[in-house]
């Protein structure tokens, strides 16, 4: 069973998110920001994370370099899903390391193909 580990500062959209997910037969593990989801991390890594950007103490282009730019945790495939939705904001978090780039408000199936896709990797 894989893992997916969900870093998200609102609370609502962390449940929906978590709760789609385990509907589907993958377990969830959340973070409120990108500082507590590298806490997570350490040792303990998740087949995916899915990632939104704009968070409190770092966010999510600044958690995407992190783990990416760490040989114990790069290949881990990295989803973002944010608000920021203008084609610039892609371009931005692909460049960062996204495997994928998912705007805010999303449909259920796109979200759900999109990790199916990274976890068949």
């Not at 350490?42 to 103490?57: A, E, K, S």
Request: with cysteine.
């Amino acid at each position: 069973m894989s893992t997916v580990l969900v870093v998200e500062d609102s609370a609502t959209q962390r449940a929906m998110i978590s709760e789609l997910l385990q509907e589907k037969g993958l377990t969830v593990t959340v973070a409120k920001d990108g500082v507590e989801a590298l806490e997570q991390m350490q040792g303990n890594n998740p087949d995916l994370v899915l990632l939104d950007i704009v968070m409190p103490r770092m966010n999510g282009y600044e958690f995407c370099r992190r783990i990416k730019s760490d040989p114990q945790t790069q290949n881990v495939p990295v989803v973002m899903c944010s608000a920021k939705g203008e084609e610039f904001d892609r371009y931005w978090g692909m460049k960062q390391g996204a495997d994928a780039y998912i705007s805010k408000p999303f449909h259920p199936k796109e979200l759900l193909g999109t990790v199916k896709q990274l976890l068949r990797r």
